[in-house]
C-alpha cells in the first residue's frame, strides 16, 4: 500500500455473480495487511455489506442479474458518499460502463479480462484518494471545531471583560461615594467646628459664615480653580480658630483698648490656628491662609511682616472680607454697607491688596440684595417640619441655646433641612425659622 503511516485497515468490495471472479479479485489482495477484502455476489448481498461496514473501495461487476452493476453503484452512493466506486466491464459494455459513470458516479471502469498489476493499482490509488477525502473530511470538521471552540471563548472572554468593566465601575462609583462623603463630613465637621469659635466669642455672630460668604464671592469671580475657591472658604471659616485660646477678657476690648500684654496675646492666634488645623492633611493648605490673615499689604501686619503679593493670595481675600464684616456687625461702632467699603477703600494699599476692592464692593452688593430679600417676597416663620428646598433663609438660624444652624440668605436644601430639624429637636428654639416667601 502507499502511504499509509497509522497502518490503518482499509475495507474493499468486489461485487460480481461469478465466484471464480470473485475469488480471483480476493486472491490479489491476500498479502496486503492494511486491507481487508469483502465480496459479494449480488448488488443486494454488496448493499447490506456497506450497510454495516466502511468500504473505502467498491470495484463492481456489471454485467448481473436482477440489478446491474450501474444500478447498484447508484443505490451505493447513496448508502456511502465518500467510497470510490469501480466498473468491471466487458468490452462490449462500455455504454453500460459511461451508465455507471455517470448515474452512479463511478470513477472509473476496468474492463474483463483485467491485468492484474493495473487492477492493484487502481485499487490502492483508489484507497489513497478515499483517504485523502477522509482526512480532508476529518481535518475541516476540527477546523470547524476549534472555530466554534474559539468563538465560545470569544463570547466567554467578552463577557468576562464586560463583567470586570461592570465591577470596576461599580467599584469606582462606590468609591466615588466614599470619597465624597468623606468631603461633606469634613466640611459638616469645619462648620460644626466654626459654631464652636462663635460661641466662644460672643462679640462676632456669625462671623466666620459671612467671611467664607464674602471671600468665596470674591475668588470665584478672581476666576481661581475649584479647588482654590474651596480651600479659601475652608480657611475663612477657620481663621479665627486661633482665638479659641485667647481669654476673654481679650476678646471682648477692641483692638485699639487693648494693652501691649493683650496684643501679644491676640496677635498670636493666627499661628495658633494654623497650628489647631495642622494635624489634619486636608486643612494645611488652608492653615497657611490663616497664619496670614492679618498680614498688611504694606508688611506692617503680622505675624511675619509679609507684604505685597508675599501674601498668599486667599490670605489677602480673607483680610478685606474680615475687615468688612467687621465694620458692619461689631457691636456698638457698626457701619453702614457703604461707609465700612469706604474705610476698606482708604486702607487700599496700605493694609489691603487695591486689586481686591472693586470685586468686594461687587460681592457685598449683591449679598446686601439677597440678604433684605426680593421685592415680590415677603418674610415668613416656619416650623423645621414646614419647610421646603429651594426657599431662602431670612435670618441666621439659631438653636435654643445660640448654636448657628445656618446663615441668612442660605437656599434650603435637603442635607440643611435635616440638619436644622436635628439642631431643634437636640436643642430647641423658641423662635421659627423665617423664610422669604414670594407672593406671585
Ligand atoms: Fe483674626
Ligand atoms: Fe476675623
Not at 296 to 311: A, E, Q, T, V
Request: hydrophobic share 40%; charged share 30%; with cysteine.
Amino acid at each position: 500500500m502507499t502511504d499509509n503511516p497509522k497502518h490503518e485497515i482499509f475495507n474493499i468490495l468486489f461485487v460480481d455473480d461469478e465466484e471464480n471472479v470473485l475469488r480471483s479479485l480476493k486472491r490479489l489482495f491476500i498479502d496486503d495487511d492494511n486491507i481487508e477484502v469483502f465480496t459479494a455476489s449480488s448488488g443486494k448481498d454488496g448493499l447490506d455489506i456497506l450497510k454495516n461496514n466502511e468500504i473505502a473501495v467498491i470495484v463492481s461487476d456489471q454485467r448481473m442479474p436482477e440489478m446491474s452493476g450501474a444500478q447498484f453503484l447508484e443505490k451505493a452512493k447513496k448508502v456511502s458518499p465518500d467510497c470510490v466506486r469501480i466498473v468491471l466491464t466487458g468490452y462490449a459494455d462500455v455504454n453500460a460502463a459511461m451508465d455507471a459513470i455517470n448515474k452512479g458516479g463511478a470513477f472509473k471502469y476496468i474492463t474483463k479480462p483485467w491485468d492484474d498489476t493495473d487492477l492493484m493499482l487502481t485499487v490502492l490509488n483508489s484507497i489513497e484518494t478515499y483517504r485523502l477525502k477522509k482526512e480532508n473530511r476529518r481535518l475541516t470538521e476540527l477546523t470547524k471545531k476549534q472555530n466554534e471552540e474559539l468563538k465560545k471563548w470569544n463570547t466567554e472572554l467578552e463577557f468576562y471583560v464586560q463583567q470586570h468593566t461592570v465591577d470596576l465601575t461599580k467599584q469606582n462609583k462606590e468609591l466615588n461615594n466614599l470619597n465624597e462623603k468623606l468631603k461633606r463630613n469634613l466640611k459638616e465637621f469645619i462648620t460644626a467646628f466654626s459654631n464652636l469659635i462663635e460661641l466662644r466669642d460672643k462679640t462676632v455672630r456669625s462671623h466666620s459664615n459671612t467671611v467664607a460668604a464674602l471671600s468665596g464671592g470674591i475668588a470665584l469671580k478672581l476666576g481661581l480653580s475649584e479647588s482654590e475657591i474651596e480651600n479659601i472658604i475652608v480657611a475663612a471659616q477657620l481663621h479665627d480658630v486661633g482665638k479659641i485660646g485667647i481669654p476673654d477678657i481679650v476678646l471682648i476690648k477692641d483692638a485699639d483698648e487693648l494693652t501691649s500684654d493683650e496684643m501679644e496675646e491676640y496677635i498670636k492666634h493666627p499661628v495658633r490656628g494654623q497650628a489647631a488645623v495642622d494635624p489634619v492633611e486636608e486643612l494645611r493648605e488652608a492653615g497657611m491662609l490663616i497664619r496670614s490673615h492679618h498680614e498688611w499689604y504694606d508688611g506692617n501686619g503680622f505675624p511675619d511682616r509679609l507684604s505685597g503679593n508675599k501674601i498668599p493670595l486667599g490670605s489677602r481675600i480673607i483680610a478685606v472680607a474680615d475687615k468688612l464684616d467687621r465694620l458692619t456687625s461689631g457691636g456698638n461702632s457698626r457701619l453702614s454697607l457703604e461707609s465700612a467699603l469706604n474705610v476698606i477703600k482708604s486702607l487700599s494699599g496700605i493694609q489691603f491688596d487695591p486689586e481686591l476692592y472693586g470685586m468686594l464692593h461687587e460681592v457685598a452688593k449683591e449679598k446686601i440684595t439677597i440678604d433684605s430679600g426680593a421685592a415680590d417676597a415677603v418674610e415668613v416663620e416656619l416650623r423645621p417640619k414646614d419647610l421646603m428646598t429651594g426657599l431662602i433663609v431670612s435670618r441666621d438660624v439659631r438653636s435654643g441655646t445660640g448654636l448657628l444652624l445656618l446663615r441668612k440668605g442660605a437656599t434650603l436644601n435637603e442635607r440643611n433641612i435635616e440638619t436644622m430639624k436635628r439642631g431643634y429637636h437636640i436643642d430647641p428654639s423658641k423662635s421659627g425659622i423665617f423664610v422669604w416667601k414670594r407672593t406671585r
